[in-house]
């Protein structure tokens, strides 16, 4: 059974950082992709980044890009979502999710989520 578990998420002020983990288990697929997504209330989910199992690499969406950093640690099979410098409108739920896939922040590629972790970033 595919699992993901995501932690890290937190109440944070606005310039601040936050380190989202996402612990996978119960794969085998040979190459994949994990993204990070994220959902607003009353807003569509948003992919927010992607990295690539076979070769690393990684893709991130403008609203984050070079704010936040996706890196992996393949033993521990996790993936983590450095954030910083964050603005009141990163709140959200951030999901990870995990498909066979090239890199993709398209959220219709993937069929296994995590349970989301709560990101408050305060004014």
């Known amino acids: 059974e595919v699992q993901l578990v995501e932690s890290g998420g937190g109440l944070v002020q606005a310039g601040g950082s936050l380190r989202l983990s996402c612990a996978a288990s119960g794969f085998t697929f040979d190459d994949y992709a994990i993204g990070w997504f994220r959902q607003a209330p009353g807003k569509e989910r948003e992919g927010v980044s992607c990295?690539?199992?076979?070769?690393?690499?990684?893709y991130y969406a403008d609203s984050v890009k070079g704010r936040f950093t996706i890196s992996s640690d393949n033993a521990k099979n996790t993936v983590y979502l450095q954030m910083n410098s964050l603005k009141p409108e990163d709140t959200a739920v951030y999901y990870c999710?995990?498909?066979?896939?090239?890199?993709?922040?398209?959220?219709?590629?993937?069929?296994?989520w995590g349970q989301g972790t709560q990101v408050t970033v305060s004014s």
């Open positions: 990295i690539s199992s076979s070769d690393g690499s990684t």
């Open positions: 999710a995990v498909e066979p896939t090239p890199c993709t922040v398209v959220a219709g590629r993937y069929d296994y």
